[in-house]
């Protein structure tokens, strides 16, 4: 049985996170971490990580950037790896998260969905062969109307992994508004979609001469970030000190 620390335990993706744990034979939360404590939970729930006495063998951080340097301190004191699922990270901030790696494991990704980590591999392999053959490459990422930041992190990851396959010979063109001008044949543009309560959907573009190409990934609910952090929880319980990411726990 893993035993699991849930940070942001009484947010949306904390609760998705319960109820996938509550039905898994295999991951127990023995304690939650929440400024909100006064909701009932199937464990105790502290209003900071510091005031767990509870012993386990990974946390989950579902929380908010504010509180990640408290996160990585008792995860490299106790000795507890984490899965980090907080987003908006600052480059400082990465650089902590690098530097606690080094003692402790931890892994980092953008997106927690297996299948967006699938396609982080399928489109490298499609850039290598359509790129050099003239295809230009568009991210479309679309989400709900209560998004605060655009381009989304995924999207800026998914762009990531297509100029990886390049040898990081592209650029990104996130608005054309600005000037006019035909399109660069190196740059990679990104646009993003503010709407309704789409949950998240990404669409890679690869257009050629006369032919069109579109790998898509759909997010119906949260619940597919919430097993892909649960299945990193499993992966990364044990390993020993590293940053991992969810290729990790795709080629295990």
């Known amino acids: 049985m893993i035993k699991i620390i849930l940070c942001?335990?009484?947010g949306k993706m904390g609760q998705v996170i319960s109820e996938i744990v509550g039905?898994?034979?295999?991951?127990?939360?023995?304690?939650?971490?929440?400024?909100?404590t006064e909701a009932k939970n199937g464990y105790p729930v502290f209003a900071r990580i510091a005031e767990c006495d509870r012993e386990a063998d990974v946390i989950i951080d579902?929380?908010?950037?504010?509180?990640?340097?408290?996160?990585?301190?008792?995860?490299?004191?106790r000795q507890v790896?984490?899965?980090?699922?907080?987003?908006?990270?600052?480059?400082?901030?990465i650089k902590e998260v690098e530097n606690s790696a080094e003692q402790v494991a931890i892994l980092r990704s953008a997106?927690?969905?297996?299948?967006?980590?699938?396609?982080?591999?399928?489109?490298?392999?499609?850039?290598k062969i359509l790129a050099p053959a003239g295809f230009d490459m568009e991210i479309v990422e679309r989400h709900h109307n209560q998004k605060?930041?655009?381009?989304?992190?995924?999207?800026?990851?998914?762009?990531?992994?297509?100029?990886?396959?390049?040898?990081?010979?592209?650029?990104?063109?996130?608005?054309r508004s600005a000037e006019r001008a035909k399109r660069n044949k190196k740059e990679i543009g990104i646009s993003a979609v503010r709407g309704g309560t789409i949950v998240g959907e990404h669409e890679i573009i690869f257009a050629g001469k006369d032919e069109v190409?579109?790998?898509?990934?759909?997010a119906y609910s949260k619940a597919i970030f919430g097993n892909g952090a649960v299945q990193a929880a499993k992966f990364l319980a044990g390993c020993p000190a590293g940053l991992y990411d969810m290729s990790d726990v795709i080629e295990e």
């Open 213 to 218: 190409i579109e790998l898509k990934h759909t």
């Open 23 to 36: 039905n898994d034979a295999e991951t127990q939360i023995v304690a939650g971490i929440d400024l909100n």
């Open 62 to 77: 579902f929380s908010h950037p504010s509180v990640l340097s408290e996160v990585l301190q008792y995860s490299v004191t």
């Open 148 to 175: 605060l930041d655009a381009p989304s992190g995924t999207a800026l990851a998914l762009a990531d992994s297509l100029n990886q396959a390049m040898n990081q010979e592209y650029f990104y063109k996130y608005d």
């Open 111 to 127: 997106n927690m969905s297996l299948g967006i980590n699938m396609l982080l591999k399928l489109i490298q392999e499609a850039a």
């Open 8 to 10: 942001g335990c009484n």
């Open 81 to 93: 790896p984490l899965v980090l699922c907080t987003t908006g990270l600052s480059e400082e901030q």
